[in-house]
């Protein structure tokens, strides 16, 4: 295909996925509304259909709980094809919805859509930002229970990367429920088991949901009395950029009210950054935050400091440099798991594949630090995947071949606004 046939073939995907106002991320695997699928997806409809870019966004926060939470999966209707479906979450959300969230990238594509939208926007923005103002509240409340200045994930799900080696011990430590309810997966009739979670990670997976939905799903007590909790390098960076963004939305409309609270927010992750820094690995990692055991390497979600501004100038040249290493390693980048250790694995979710929305925001992160070479290979990497093997799910950094879904949403909207020759050409 030509790069205009990837861009048509991409602006179709979007189009099929859609569901009238909100979009799948793929058909069968995953058929409902996703969190942080949804808000990349509005950058790829903004560069053919602004409005449904913002539409996108607005149907996302139909979701939003009383108490400012986003969740996960919007539920608009029960789908065979998936499980766990509403009937095992059983919160008392209508729509009904999953019990935890997800990365909120929302507020720094509201900032992008505002920037490179029309005037007519600021009432878009000006709608959401309240919302958006909670959400952050809420992440800040019930997942920084102990005021680190970090964010901790109350279930693997909540980090977006299901299945990292960053959870592995965390995991381990979970007690199965003894009287967890036999279940049928669903994810195993639409991609290979290779390319998924084991089932011992299941069996955690649905205990950890079991406590929430026998606390009545109350944050508080899942925060503080739940059997996970880990420190998300992923998380704490991408809601730092958030709140750096929400602030700059803030002052540009106007909402003075609330910017002493973001800012307090800003200065709290950036001391905290270094409860996460593991000195041996040269990085970001994830921590046990009930015992503080560290995670030993690092993931891509190490990466994201740069695209925060977390970090001192000697931990960022750190990293840089495992960047780097990294780089000369797979033909690739970025891994979702470091190839130098043991627990890599090139096709299993989130144990090492690439994920083009980590590379889009990495990316970003190395363009702001100066880090040109690494944004500009990265950038490359993903052009590349998507042109040689299509808009997967993710992709096998040590072959480039495709794994998990096919047709993929937020793959299509990253090629769109991002990864595409087409865009790098407009952009120059």
Known sequence: MTFMDLDGRAIAILQENDRGGFTIPTRRLYPFQWNWDSAFCALGFATFDPDRAWQEIETLFEGQWADGMVPHIIFRRDDPDYFPGPSVWRTPAEPPTSGYSQPPVVATIIRRLLREGNPDDTRRAAALFDKTLAWHRWFHTYRDPFRRGVIGLAHPWESGRDNSPDWDESLRAVAVAPDLEPYERRDLDHVDASERPHKDEYDRYLT????????????????????????????????????????????????????????????????????????????????????DVISPALTNASMLAFYAGAGSPAQRTRLAAEARRIADSVPFLMPSWDPARSEFEPRRYWRGPIWCVMNYMIADGFREAGEDALADRIRRDTAALIERAGFYENFDPTTGNGCGGADFSWTAAIWLAWASPTRVAAAA
């Open 208 to 291: 950890i949901v079991s406590f929430g939905r026998n606390a009545a799903w109350d944050a508080d007590t899942i925060a503080r009395r739940g059997p996970f909790l880990v420190a998300d390098p992923g998380l704490t960076f991408i809601l730092l950029r958030a709140d750096r963004d929400l602030l700059a939305l803030a002052n540009t409309l106007g909402r003075h009210d609330a910017t002493g609270e973001i800012e307090g927010w800003i200065s709290l992750a950036e001391a905290g950054a270094d409860y996460m820094w593991n000195e041996a690995a040269h990085g970001f990692c994830a921590r046990n935050m009930h015992d």
